[in-house]
Each structure stands twice: as C-alpha cells, then as structure tokens.
C-alpha cells in the first residue's frame, strides 16, 4: 500500500468525543498529522448527532465521562444502528475502574486506554484496529 503522506490521500475517517478540549485538540493534531481525517465533537449527544448521520468512520474513539450522553450510552446507541454496528470503537479515559471496562467490552468497545496515554502507544493500537 502506498504512503499516505505522499500521495496526500487520507488513512481514514475518525471521530473524536471527547469533553476535555485539551485532549481533544492533541488528538486531532496527533491523528492529522497521521493522515486521518478527525471529527471531534465536546459531548455524547453530538458525537449521537453525527453516527446518526451518513459520513463512514472507520473508528470513534470515545470518554466515559462526558455531558449530555456517556461514551458508554453512545456505545450502546451506536451498536443499535446497524450502519454503526461494526465500527471499532475506542474507549479513551481517565476513568479506569474495572466495571466501566467490562461494560465498555460487553457494549462492543475494541479497546479501553486510560489516560493519560502514550501518543505513539495509541496510533499504534488505532494502526491495529483498523488492520484488524
């Protein structure tokens, strides 16, 4: 497969929701300086707004712990739909207790990262996932 940076094509379509807008700044600039191409929204209800729409996203990455709906209750929503169905998602928290990470994986999360993480760690999760 060709280099994404040289030809200037996208390496997927992401979206990002989460409602620290410190940490969603680095991850749009951490993943568009990958060659992806980020939605990034500060809340569950609009991240809900934009899976229920017709853009393809190859992989959410989704806080716990955010206004309006949790990154659990979008979880559980997006696997409802059933355009959204197999969509990876990734849960990025700082909220790690045992019982949101076995919820997380019972609603279909393919992954759980606590924060704070490692920015060459988590692409190289995300490469895995959409590998996958």
């Known amino acids: 497969m060709p280099d994404p940076s040289a030809t200037g094509t996208p390496r997927g379509r992401l979206l990002v929701a989460d409602d620290e807008p ?31 729409g017709s853009v393809h996203y190859d992989l959410v990455l989704l806080d716990i712990m955010m206004p309006g709906a949790s990154g659990l209750e979008v979880l559980r929503e997006m696997r409802a739909l059933p355009a959204r169905a197999d969509v990876p998602v ?40 959409l590998d996958a």
Do not use: N
């Open 22 to 52: 410190h940490i969603r700044r680095i991850l749009t600039t951490l993943l568009e300086m990958s060659e992806f191409v980020v939605d990034a929204v500060s809340d569950g209800t609009a991240a809900l707004e934009l899976l229920g």
């Open 90 to 129: 990734m849960i990025l928290t700082a909220k790690g207790q045992d019982a949101d990470r076995d919820e997380a994986y019972e609603l279909g999360a393919a992954d759980f990262v606590t924060k704070p993480f490692s920015p060459k760690k988590l692409l190289a999760r995300i490469d895995e996932l």
